[in-house]
């Protein structure tokens, strides 16, 4: 089911132009020097993702799809989630987790969720794959700042059986251009994107 050596990028903020979007960004341009290719990132904003009403019909339907998967556009991120080679996601921390929209998306993961419990071919046949994350957040203090947001990441990406790699956890970034002028942090975004390209293609070999 991989499709492209390419990673799937994905920026989960609601701000047009912050530190999520900038992160992402990085990182597709290390994957880009890498394999001479565009790689193009997908900013979660722009989808129309309903949350998820704990109406049960997934459980109810034999086929175990979620109904609101027909009036909005959340089956195309689940569709890189399947056939991606490798994945990227960035997000900022709004009081102690993810934003509201990236958390609508996670909680429609449920569908999945039951069908992979089911034991779905299609699920469980899915290599195992690296997931990098980067959460941004505003706050420079606090030792449980990422926490509860880094569990939610591991079991979601656990049903499309992709392994959670090192977080990249940034703090004290809260104004929009604040990640530009760190270029430690800027740099490791690179050297992940050109990593995970590097990995896409030997797996492709």
Known sequence: MMNSPMPA????SPRPGGNSDRAAALFARGAEEMVGAEVRVQHLRRF???PCTACYRCQHDPSRQCYLS???QSGALFQQLMTAPSLFLSAPIFFYHLPASFKAWIDRGQSYWLRRR???????SLPVRPAWVCLVAGRKQGEKTFEGSLLTLKYFLKIFNFEMQTP????GLEGAGDLAVHPGACSALTQLGGEAAKLAMSAGE
């Not at 089911?118 to 469980?124: F, K, P, R, W």
């Not at 990249?168 to 703090?171: A, D, G, M, P, V």
């Open 70 to 72: 027909e009036r909005d």
């Open 168 to 171: 990249l956890t940034l703090r």
């Open 9 to 12: 990028v994905i920026s989960a």
């Open 48 to 50: 129309e993702v309903h």
């Open 118 to 124: 089911e034991g779905d071919s299609v699920l469980t």
